[in-house]
């Protein structure tokens, strides 16, 4: 199964945060970046990272900003940002990296493959026991699909708008404000992708 987490680091003192698809295999954790984000930019040098386990709220608005509410933990004197509202984090370190040369439907891009060890895991607070709603699934969606934009072209860009606009249109009826603002703010970025 593939999870859906934000993963936070630093370089020279500046936190990062970015939600990123990850396996577990044990006490490893399995992911994929591309090119051209900081989060790829900081691993391909930095060794040690945090898994959040957050809201789906949170993953997709991870997506649009830096500008979290970040906390600290030490682990052998290295101090990595985590964010405040996660429900657990998973202090990693990567133990392998594979770069591939890729060619998909957005173009031709580089992937870093990355296998870390997880060294600590810490519960921070408890996720609230609330029901399923549209809202959720939808603003993730839509994240992903704005975090996309900026390499699409041509028909892929247009509907991959288009279904950003249909997603929205049910958050619209079934979310809350927050989820309502965030949806707004994403088609805002359309043009800015
Ligand atoms: C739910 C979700 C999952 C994502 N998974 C990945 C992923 O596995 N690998 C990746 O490179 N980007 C992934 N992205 C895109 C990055 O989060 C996006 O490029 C982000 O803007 C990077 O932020 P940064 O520049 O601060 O690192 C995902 C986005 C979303 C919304």
Not at 58 to 82: F, H, M
Not at 111 to 126: A, F, T
């Amino acid at each position: 199964m593939r999870y859906e987490v934000v993963i936070t680091c630093a370089l020279d003192g500046r936190y990062n945060r970015a939600p990123i698809g990850v396996h577990f295999r044990g006490r490893d954790v399995n992911l994929h970046l591309y090119q051209g984000s900081h989060t790829y930019e900081i691993l391909e040098r930095e060794d040690y990272f945090v898994v959040n386990v957050v809201s789906p709220y949170l993953i997709a608005q991870s997506v649009y900003d830096d500008s979290g509410n970040y906390s600290t933990i030490e682990y052998r004197g290295i101090t990595l940002p985590y964010l405040s509202e996660a429900y657990r984090i998973y202090v990693v370190k990567v133990s392998k990296r594979k770069f591939v040369d890729l060619r998909d439907g957005y173009g031709d891009t580089k992937l870093m493959g990355i296998q870390g060890r997880i060294l600590l895991e810490r519960d921070i607070s408890n996720p609230p026991l609330r029901p399923y709603s549209r809202a959720d699934g939808l603003i993730v969606e839509m994240a992903v699909l704005y975090s996309r934009l900026g390499v699409a072209r041509g028909k892929k860009r247009e509907e991959m708008i288009r279904k950003m606009r249909e997603y929205f249109e049910i958050i619209e009826k079934v979310g809350d404000k927050r989820y309502i603002q965030l949806g707004e703010r994403f088609l805002e970025g359309v043009n800015e992708k």
